[in-house]
């Protein structure tokens, strides 16, 4: 299991977050705010957009 540290950009919250193998992440629900963070229309995933990772996905 592979974690990225993933930073909300609505309301800054950083949480863990497992990334998938093999796949995109399009959404993940924010621990701080509760809301539902979907990726840009440009990027992979949501791991691509806002963490400190890339997906396995993008590396391809």
Known sequence: MT???IKCPECKHVQK?????GSCLPFYKCDG????IFAPKNICCVICAYSDKKC?????
């Not at 396995?56 to 391809?60: I, R």
């Open 33 to 36: 705010c509760k809301k539902v």
């Open 3 to 5: 974690l990225a540290n």
């Open 56 to 60: 396995p996905v993008a590396h391809n």
């Open 17 to 21: 977050i497992e990334i998938p193998k």
